[in-house]
């Protein structure tokens, strides 16, 4: 049975689409057989952090109406055998998705795939209803940042009450946090809230810190999922991220300001 | 912390006024989200009596529910009279 994860965080911006395109990746490069939804209905963006654009002929909405079937809206990805897109349309309206129609396409998937990861769009609209609905996991992507820790609350309350698993009084969905754009210098100085500080007001399991790094907006210039880029801070991270999601246990790195020469400590900088 | 930050004024720590302020909020629209629909027209309508009598500001009053166990919830109901209406 696949197991459905629901990337989401309420607020637009933090990084949704580059974290699901990245835990999406790194799980298909393990050898598990992923698909990964865009489920920004009117906006997608999926394709083009995934490189694959121009490859779009079909999308979800035209599988829910019956226009085509899975095989022909999927892109299968050049670079990773076992991962798929499935894009967004760009044209319909918002209410697009029905829960019939997102419910019968999941099962479809799930007869295939082994994990299914479900790309949020920002606000507490039906899509992102539609995108968390039937998860059995949640990545809740978090900016250190006020407005994105509170739209992130309001997010966990919605999973543990607006999700399947609450209305039919299963198991509640597996939250976890993960925290992007981090940014230790800052921290250290006190001008960023740090991992503890958002850990202990969300009150969920950390999954993950992604450091503040040029490499992601590179990776999104190039269509390239950044875990590709296995050199930069930001790509290790999301390895370590998927490594945990997958059920290691990996130390957390990149929490700490880097080591500076004499020179950087005398002068700043 | 460079030699150079050693020098410059020292600013207010701004994470630490961030998290306070995370935490009053997210206290209180926890406790809203966890409250069932028609509390805030009850409260509207508590409101509407009690100004029949006492001319009190919307903020004078406040209702809350609280469950303390399964079976057992409770509902708090606070108003503040202007010193003048005693």
């Known amino acids: 049975m696949a197991k459905i994860i629901v990337v989401t965080s309420g607020k637009g911006g933090v990084g949704k689409t580059t974290s699901s395109a990245a835990i999406g990746t790194g799980i298909a490069m393990r050898g598990f057989k992923t698909v990964i939804i865009d489920f920004d209905i009117g906006l997608r963006n999926l394709d083009l952090i995934m490189g694959c654009e121009r490859r779009v002929v079909y999308d979800f909405v035209n599988v829910i109406n019956g226009e085509a079937n899975l095989k022909q809206a999927m892109i299968k990805d050049k670079r990773i ?189 | 912390m460079s030699l150079l930050d050693y020098f410059r004024s020292t600013k207010k720590n701004t994470a630490s006024t961030a998290k306070e302020r995370l935490q009053i909020i997210v206290a209180h629209e926890r406790n809203r989200r966890n409250s069932p629909d028609y509390l805030p027209q009850l409260e509207r309508d508590i409101l509407a009596v009690i100004r029949k009598y006492v001319d009190i500001a919307d903020d004078q009053v406040s209702v809350s529910l609280e469950k303390s166990s399964d079976e057992l919830s409770v509902l708090e109901l606070n108003v503040t009279f202007p010193d003048d209406k005693k």
Not at chain 1, 160 to 172: D, F, N, T, Y
Not at chain 1, 234 to 247: H, I, K, M, N, S
């Open chain 1, 81 to 269: 055998d076992t991962l798929f897109i499935l894009p967004a349309s760009q044209t319909r309206d918002k209410d697009a998705l029905s829960k019939e129609g997102v419910e019968r396409i999941l099962n479809e998937l799930a007869q295939e795939f082994d994990y299914i990861i479900c790309d949020s769009p920002a606000g507490i609209e039906s899509g992102a209803m539609m995108a968390l609905y039937f998860a059995d996991e949640a990545v809740v992507v978090t900016n250190p940042e006020v407005s994105s820790v509170r739209d992130s609350d309001r997010i966990l309350g919605m999973l543990s009450s607006k999700s399947r698993r609450a209305e039919q009084g299963l198991p509640g969905i597996k939250e976890h946090l993960l925290l992007t754009r981090y940014n230790p210098e800052r921290v250290v100085k006190g001008e960023m809230l740090s991992v503890e500080d958002v850990g202990e007001i969300l009150a969920i399991k950390l999954l993950g810190v992604i450091p503040e790094s040029q490499a992601v907006l590179n990776a999104s210039n190039s269509g390239q999922p950044v875990i590709l880029d296995q050199d930069s801070d930001a790509g290790q991270a999301y390895l370590d991220t998927v490594a945990r999601l997958l059920g290691e246990e990996v130390p957390f790195r990149f929490l700490n300001v880097e080591k500076k020469g004499l020179l950087k400590r005398i002068f700043g900088g």
